[in-house]
């Protein structure tokens, strides 16, 4: 059985967080994500968003901000959150990134022509853009 993972779209501003995976990463490195990582047994999807977010920026959330959002992949639902801060966060990233960006939807458009994202994350930030949220 595969593992679940959970991501995060962390927005303040108009803008979204995405984070530069490492050069050693086993998936995709160097390439721009949202937070996210491995639900734990026995986690719930909530708590996995909140500690993924704390153990990869620092960034302490609250549980009733998160929104779900659901995008479909194959056919099949595809959960993730997104949290919005009125005043920018500061992000103090872990090992697992080398560095982090605040980008405007047209600015991951660009990212994701350059190929500079992971796969998918595109169909995540269209679904931002057409809820207004980015």
């Not at 530069?20 to 937070?35: D, E």
């Not at 026995?42 to 609250?62: D, F, H, P, Q, Y």
Request: hydrophobic share 35%; aromatic share 12%; charged share 20%.
């Amino acid at each position: 059985m595969s593992q679940k993972n959970i991501t995060i779209g962390i927005v303040s501003d108009s803008k979204v967080l995405l984070l530069k995976r490492g050069g050693t990463a086993p998936w995709q490195p160097h390439k721009y994500c949202f937070v996210g990582g491995g639900v734990d047994s026995g986690e719930t999807l909530v708590n996995a968003a909140i500690r993924e977010t704390n153990e990869e920026t620092n960034i302490s959330l609250c549980e009733n901000n998160l929104q779900p959002i659901t995008t479909y992949r194959n056919n099949k639902p595809s959960l993730f959150f997104t949290y919005y801060f009125k005043d920018r966060p500061c992000v103090q990233l872990n090992y697992e990134h080398s560095e982090y960006v605040w980008l405007s939807y047209e600015e991951c458009i660009d990212y994701y022509k350059r190929k500079l994202l992971v796969p998918y994350l595109i169909v995540k930030l269209n679904s931002l853009h057409s809820l207004g949220i980015i």
